[in-house]
C-alpha cells in the first residue's frame, strides 16, 4: 500500500485563522470568567446570535450533533414515526432521531444544487410521517418556502440542519429561521469554528424554548415557593414537565461563548470570500466540463465545502484517476464525502439499510471535494488550479 504523502494543500481540518483581537480576547476570558460555564457569555453569545439570525430563541450547545438530539426530543416522537432525512449528508443529521424511536426514511437529492427538494419529501410522505430534517449541504440554501409550504400542508415539523451554511440566505431569511427547529454548527471545519467544537438551536415555539435549558444542563432549575435558606432543601431542583424526558449536559464553556460572540462580527465576509474564490476557481474551469460545480453568486451560498461532479461519460474511472493524480503527483489532498447513509453498516444493522436515491448515490459515486479552507492562500490556489486544469487534461489525452 503506497504511504500518504506529505500534502502541499492538505484537506485542512481546520477551517480559518483567528485575529489578534479573537485570540487576546479567548485568553481575556480564560483568566476572568467566572463560571467557566453557563455565565454571562453564554447569554451575549445567545442574544447576538438571535439577532444576526433574525429568531428570537436560540441557544448555544457543545456541538451541533447534540443540539439535533435535543431537537430530536423537542419532536416527541412516537413508536412509528417516520422522519424523512436525506441520504446524502453527514451521519449526525440522521441517528439523533433514530435513537427517539423514529423510523428513518431516506429521501433523495438533487444532482445540481446537492440538497433535498421539496417533492423529493413529497416522494417519501406517508401518513405516518412526523417529522422533515432538512440539510443546507456543502452551504447551500435548500428551497424552504416550498418546503414548508409542504410541511403546513401536511402538518409537519422542520428541523433545519444549518450545520454546514450558517449565513445562507433564501427569500431575504437566514437559513435556520423557517423550520420549527434550526441546527447550527462551530465545528473546527465549519466557516466559523468556537475552537474546534461548538452549536446552536434555534426554537420557533416558546413553549418548546423554555424546556431547553433544563434539557441542556441536567435537568436544573430553580425551586417553585420560595426557600428562607438557599441550601434547603437543596441548592437547586431538577425537573421536567413530563415523565419520560430525560436531560442531559451539553453546554458550552463561556471561553468558545465569547469567541463565538466576536465571530460573528466577521461571518458574512468570510462567507463573502469564500464565495468569490469559489466562483473564481469555478470560473476557470469552464472549458473542462466533465468537472461540473455549483455556482451561486449570492448569498444563497457560503461554500463551506467546493464540491464537484466528475462526468465520467465515455471515461470510466476517470474521478479516482484525477484524485490520485493530485495526491501522489501534486500534493493536493481531495476527498469523497458523504456515503449514502443506508450503505453505512449502522443503518443497515439498525433495519435502515434500504433506499432508492439514484441522485444520491450517482453523487457519491462522481464527486470530488478540493481542499477550500479560508486560509487557503492566494499561491496555493492558484497552484491548486494549474494543477487541476494540468491533470484534467493529461486524463483526456
Known sequence: MRPEPAYRI?????A????????DLVARVMQEAD?????RHLREFEAAFAAYIGAPHC????????AL?????????KPGDEVIVP??????????????????????????TRVVTA???ADKLTPRTKVIVVVHLYGYAAQMPEIMDLARRHDLIVVEDVAQALGAEVAGRKAGTFGDLGVISFHSHKNVTTLGEGGMLVVKDPAKAALVPLLRHNGHCAFDSPREHYWTPAMGNLDLPRPGLWPSNYCLGEVECALGTELLTRIDQMNADKRVRACRFIDALGDHPELQFHRVDSTRHTYHLLAAYMDERGRPGLRDAFMERMAFEKLIKCVVQYYPLYRYPLYAKNG????????ADDFFDHMVSFPFQHWLSDEDLDYMLASTREVLEDLSR
Open 87 to 112: 441520504a446524502h449528508t453527514f451521519t449526525s443529521s440522521a441517528y439523533p432521531f433514530a435513537k427517539q424511536g423514529a423510523r428513518l426514511v431516506w429521501a433523495d437529492s438533487d444532482r445540481a
Open 10 to 14: 492538505p484537506f485542512s481540518g481546520r
Open 352 to 359: 435502515f439499510g434500504q433506499a432508492s436515491c439514484p441522485g
Open 35 to 39: 463560571p467557566l460555564t453557563q455565565g
Open 119 to 121: 417533492q423529493m419529501i
Open 59 to 66: 441557544f448555544a450547545t457543545n456541538n451541533a450533533t447534540n
Open 16 to 23: 480559518h485563522r483567528y485575529t489578534q483581537a479573537e485570540v
Open 69 to 77: 438530539e435535543l431537537a430530536a426530543q423537542l419532536c416527541e416522537l
